[in-house]
T-cell receptor
């Protein structure tokens, strides 16, 4: 079946612009994660959804970052007033399980590379 | 908090050489451990995992053993191929932290023919 898809794959934004990054998880996957990967670094956790509920947003670096998953499927990560330090690859992952039922494999999308100029 | 430390890279080997990539971790609880691989131009893929002490994860000739006493999960392969060239990430996950993954910084592996 189809894997996790993300769009756009590349985004160039001028400093101060707002951006929206989309994630389409694997159909039926309950859990959805967003990670930020700076150049040459490992991914870092941003936020986690279980269905439409955002259960953990402790990794969001500032209040300029906002994520939603209104119908428990597609998710959007929005960054307001982008700054140069927001330049990174944003990864989305989904898994079929939920916390408390054991650990389930996370399937990653290809990522969106954001460059803020 | 949880953290993962990988050996500094990059690593360059000749084909058929033995590979070891070191990984150690710090965790508050009893985590599950993973190795992910990122091939050029592709997304992260799970390579192998281990969920309890002394478990050995294996896949595609790669192996790693969960060592609780040394808090380590070193990745090994007996004979690397050019197609193994990629970035390798060690990671951990705990249910108490919502199953999110904590990654190491990654190790770039280049295998020359």
């Amino acid at each position: 079946g189809a894997g996790v898809s993300q769009s756009p794959r590349y985004k160039v934004a001028k400093r101060g612009q707002d951006v929206a990054l989309r994630c389409d998880p694997i159909s039926g996957h309950v859990s959805l994660f967003w990670y930020q990967q700076a150049l040459g670094q490992g991914p870092e956790f941003l936020t986690y959804f279980q269905n439409e509920a955002q259960l953990d947003k402790s990794g969001l670096p500032s209040d300029r970052f906002f994520a939603e998953r209104p119908e428990g499927s597609v998710s959007t990560l929005k960054i307001q007033r982008t700054q140069q330090e927001d330049s990174a690859v944003y990864l989305c992952a989904s898994s079929r399980g939920v916390t408390g039922q054991g650990l389930y494999e996370q399937y990653f999308g290809p990522g969106t590379r954001l460059t803020v100029t | 908090g949880d953290s993962v430390t990988q050996m500094e890279g990059p690593v360059t080997l000749s084909e058929e050489a033995f590979l070891t990539i070191n990984c150690t971790y710090t965790a508050t609880g009893y985590p599950s451990l993973f190795w992910y691989v990122q091939y050029p131009g592709e997304g992260l893929q799970l390579l192998l995992k281990a969920t309890k002490a002394d478990d050995k994860g294996s896949n595609k000739g790669f192996e790693a053993t969960y060592r609780k006493e040394t808090t380590s999960f070193h990745l090994e392969k007996g004979s690397v191929q050019v197609s193994d060239s990629a970035v390798y990430f060690c990671a951990l996950s705990e249910e108490t932290s919502g199953s999110r993954l904590t990654f190491g910084e990654g190790t770039q592996l280049t295998v020359n023919p």
